[in-house]
């Protein structure tokens, strides 16, 4: 599908390849007071176009998923993704949609690139969260770039204007998105940890907390320890001693076969040799110590 490069009474277009651009293509912006018709399936290859929805509220479907789209959010169509409105018409509202390549060829003597976009680009696609809420704040930039584009300045001042306005949108896009990134690791770590905390008596599955945050085992594993320092099984098995040197101390008559088994240790050898390597005293040196306390 062409890029759509034409203006009209109720859609806006800037063609920054008329400028000489070869990794920019368009920033557009349309105001409908009607219905208009669907956005047929269509992709971008080699191409990210990021979507600014000021008004109303818009259905798009990615690689046959839906998402709604509502006033102050910002939806990204990745290289490559077919994408529609699901037989939805382009609703009643206003939306800027701006299209830069991400691969092109070598510049020649007279070409032109955005300065860092490039970068920036590679950011929020390795992120990979394409549906966000962004504010006013990403509609006054956009707004601003159209402004600029209208003006009678110089080209060379007018390019310059309008590459920093870019990559202030996308360093803005960026900063949210890595908050939103670092929020959802939270939630789910945090999920994951009180899981654990909480069945510590049972047999936890890395298998089932792998798929309890929608991940392989291979990259829960990798996920986990980068957010907490430890491996899975290793931090498991952390959380038993300590459960285990708590129990003693609230309960310091129970047997250490008891406490093996009901922290889910196969063997009381066994519970000595985690015991110990943990915290370097077996459960009978701990335990003879809090009665001697």
Request: net charge positive; proline share 2%.
């Amino acid at each position: 599908m062409e890029i759509d490069i034409k203006s009209t009474k109720e859609r806006t277009i800037i063609d920054f390849q008329k400028s000489g651009y070869i990794d920019l293509c368009v920033l557009g912006r349309y105001k409908y007071n009607k219905a208009e018709k669907k956005l047929e399936e269509h992709v971008h290859e080699g191409m990210i176009e990021i979507c600014y929805y000021e008004k109303g509220s818009q259905l798009f479907v990615v690689n046959n998923k839906k998402y709604l789209v509502k006033g102050g959010d910002i939806f990204i169509h990745f290289p490559g993704e077919i994408h529609s409105s699901g037989g939805a018409p382009e609703g009643k509202g206003s939306m800027y949609w701006l299209i830069i390549k991400t691969t092109y060829n070598n510049p020649k003597t007279g070409d032109l690139t955005c300065a860092n976009v490039s970068s920036l680009l590679r950011e929020l696609i390795d992120l990979n969260i394409r549906h966000f809420h962004a504010g006013n704040e990403a509609k006054k930039i956009l707004e601003a770039i159209f402004q600029n584009e209208a003006s009678k300045e110089n080209k060379t001042i007018k390019n310059i204007r309008t590459e920093l306005l870019l990559q202030t949108f996308l360093l803005q896009l960026f900063d949210i998105v890595v908050k939103r990134k670092e929020k959802i690791v939270d939630q789910r770590l945090h999920s994951v940890l009180d899981y654990i905390s909480t069945n510590l008596t049972e047999d936890i599955s890395i298998t089932m907390l792998a798929k309890e945050t929608n991940l392989s085992e291979s990259r829960f594993k990798n996920w986990f320890k980068t957010n907490t320092g430890f491996t899975p099984a290793d931090y498991i098995q952390r959380q038993r001693v300590f459960k285990a040197i708590e129990i003693i101390q609230e309960q310091p008559d129970i047997s250490l076969a008891t406490l093996a088994y009901s922290l889910n240790f196969s063997t009381t050898q066994y519970f000595s040799t985690v015991m110990k390597k943990y915290t370097g005293k077996t459960p009978t040196q701990i335990k003879a110590k809090g009665t001697s306390s």
